[in-house]
């Protein structure tokens, strides 16, 4: 089972920021937080990785909180483009072959 | 140039029929895994192999044979086909080490069977 919990859905105007939430509050210390969007049945497409740290990248940035229960992925400025479902996934990253346990994730939807 | 391929990008097949799907990766990667999506969407873990071993079988039926004749490629077989195998199925590839294992995937398999 997932050990995440996002919202179902969101909307996001054009142009806005796409700000998705993220719960894990069984994180363990070793575990990586993951973020990953599938656009219209394609292959998951990986957007960012963080442990501890904030990260950014050239698709997005990532905030985790201090006690790492939970984090948000930011899009800066959304496109119509970026509709497609955004999953959040928890995994040890240094054991070969762990898999990505996907839950049911976001379906962000951009409009103009 | 495509990083993670598979072939066939459409597969429409009879029941009881035999087929196999192909995965290949040029990103040196030694770890190869496969996914199942179904109708429902739910993305799910079938195999998994690092250095051409298998490190992950889940609870997958036998018909489901993978085989990985060396780190860049891992194909997947599948016997006596049935209604409930129509699905969508992703290849991904990712290199073991640390702070990294981010998997990368293909564009997926769509497997119909009739």
């Known amino acids: 089972d997932a050990k995440t919990t996002q919202p179902p859905s969101m909307d996001c105007a054009e142009g806005r920021a796409a700000n998705l939430p993220c719960n894990h509050s069984?994180?363990?210390?070793?575990?990586?937080v993951y973020w990953y969007r599938q656009i219209h049945s394609q292959g998951p497409q990986y957007i960012i990785h963080?442990?501890?740290n904030n990260e950014t990248n050239e698709m997005a940035s990532l905030i985790i909180t201090e006690d790492r229960k939970s984090s948000t992925l930011i899009l800066p400025h959304a496109t119509l483009r970026d509709t497609a479902v955004y999953y959040c996934?928890?995994?040890?990253?240094?054991?070969?072959?762990?898999?990505?346990?996907f839950g049911k994730g976001t379906t962000l939807s951009v409009s103009s | 140039d495509t990083a993670v391929s598979q072939t066939p990008k459409y597969l429409v097949t009879q029941m009881g029929n035999d087929k196999s799907i192909k995965c290949e990766q040029n990103l040196g990667h030694d770890t190869m895994y496969w996914y199942k999506q179904d109708s429902k969407k739910f993305l799910k873990i079938m195999f998994s192999y690092n250095n051409k071993e298998l490190i992950i079988n889940e609870t997958v039926p036998n018909r489901f044979s993978p085989k990985s004749p060396d780190k860049a490629h891992l194909n997947l077989h599948i016997n006596s086909l049935e209604l409930g195998d129509s699905a969508v199925y992703f290849c991904?590839?990712?290199?073991?080490?640390?702070?990294?294992?981010?998997?990368?995937f293909g564009p997926g398999t769509r497997l119909t069977v009739l």
């Open positions: 996934i928890v995994r040890v990253a240094n054991q070969a072959g762990t898999a990505l346990i």
């Open positions: 963080g442990l501890k």
């Open positions: 991904a590839s990712s290199q073991s080490g640390t702070g990294g294992n981010t998997q990368y």
């Open positions: 069984t994180i363990s210390g070793n575990e990586y």
